[in-house]
Nanobody
Framework: QAQLVESGGGLVQPGGSLRLSCAASGINLRLATVAWYRQAPGKQRESVATIYTDSSTDYAEPVKGRFAISRDNALNTLYLQMDNLKLEDTAVYFC??????????WGPGTQVTVSS
């Protein structure tokens, strides 16, 4: 059974750092397009960072230069390193693994709160 579980969220001050993890079971992340999304209160879920099967990456403009997505194929885990966090980065962060329209998986999310 496919499962994604995020961890690493928490409360951090502006300018701080967090590293999110997304552990996968039942699926092979190396064979998927995997991504981090976030959803702030009252807003739509938005893409933050994506890593493709060829290991190329893509980032949303607001996080470029501050966030880094990576994947450990041996551990079957996706990461999001978040540096220089801002108040507007506060959201629930989700990981997503996409194989095709019939095989798309989401984790339950982890809360990131940036506050002084």
């Amino acid at each position: 059974q496919a499962q994604l579980v995020e961890s690493g969220g928490g409360l951090v001050q502006p300018g701080g750092s967090l590293r999110l993890s997304c552990a996968a079971s039942g699926i092979n992340l190396r064979l998927a397009t995997v991504a981090w999304y976030r959803q702030a209160p009252g807003k739509q879920r938005e893409s933050v960072a994506t890593i493709y099967t060829d290991s190329s990456t893509d980032y949303a403009e607001p996080v470029k230069g501050r966030f880094a997505i990576s994947r450990d194929n041996a551990l079957n885990t996706l990461y999001l390193q978040m540096d220089n966090l801002k108040l507007e980065d506060t959201a629930v962060y989700f990981c997503k693994a996409y194989y095709d329209v019939d095989h798309t998986y989401w984790g339950p999310g982890t809360q990131v709160t940036v506050s002084s």
